[in-house]
């Protein structure tokens, strides 16, 4: 069975602050990795997602994610932390045939001015 | 425009009664889903339907009902046997394996029991 762990239910950071969102799997075979953002009362926007390409994925806004197989981890990086990163955001994990995505629990990023 | 319509936005059922909740999407895509989003629990999934006519239990189907008549639309019912159904109602679509397995969600759909 696939699970997904997100360290941290609330994150907050400074404006201008990296933003560091950790994420840990497990997982028997290689799998689909992904992180969604949810702004309040919103559904869940895709920023990123890994499928077995490059390690290193970018996504939109400034966020970026490695794929780190030894760790089990897919963290979510952004160098500098605007206002509007203010969201929830989510990690889930699939595998290829598989019937569905599985989520964590979710980080609530909030950013200081 | 292609998406995911959900509707409507803000429902309130009385405690006793069925509801149902509007999926439709133009995304051409074969699979759609369900899912609960309660708070701090991230999302678990109701029902999924891969493909027209055929619909399969998730990890929490007890109370709900789901249709898939066309590829277009997935409506769920939450039926009076669901005994905690205020949450985010959130519905999903996925295109062919090449896509990697993403989905695509719609805006959701707030129900809340009075």
């Known amino acids: 069975a696939q699970s997904v762990t997100q360290l941290g239910s609330h994150v907050s950071v400074s404006e201008g602050a990296l933003v560091l969102l950790r994420c840990n799997y497990s997982s028997s075979v290689p799998p689909y990795l992904f992180w969604y953002v949810q702004y309040p009362n919103q559904g869940l926007q895709l920023l990123l997602k890994?499928?077995?390409?490059?390690?290193l994925v970018k996504g939109i806004n400034g966020f970026e994610a490695e794929f780190k197989k030894s760790e089990t981890s897919f963290h979510l990086t952004k160098p500098s932390a605007h206002m509007s990163d203010a969201a929830e955001y989510f990690c889930a994990v699939s595998q290829a045939g598989r019937r569905a995505l599985t989520f964590g629990s979710g980080t609530r990023l909030q950013v200081q001015p | 425009d292609g998406g995911i319509t959900q509707s409507p936005k803000y429902l309130f059922r009385k405690e006793g009664q069925n509801v149902t909740l509007s999926c439709e999407q133009n995304l051409n895509h074969d699979a759609m889903y369900w899912y609960r989003q309660d708070p701090g629990q991230g999302l678990r999934l109701i029902y999924y339907s891969q493909i027209v006519n055929d619909f399969q239990k998730g990890d929490i189907a007890e109370g709900y009902s789901v249709s898939r008549e066309k590829k277009e639309s997935f409506p769920l019912t939450v039926t009076s046997a669901q005994k905690n159904p205020t949450a985010f109602y959130l519905c999903?679509?996925?295109?062919?394996?090449?896509?990697?397995?993403?989905?695509?969600f719609g805006p959701g759909t707030r129900l809340t029991v009075l």
């Open positions: 890994y499928t077995s390409a490059a390690t």
């Open positions: 999903a679509s996925k295109g062919q394996t090449g896509e990697g397995d993403t989905q695509y």
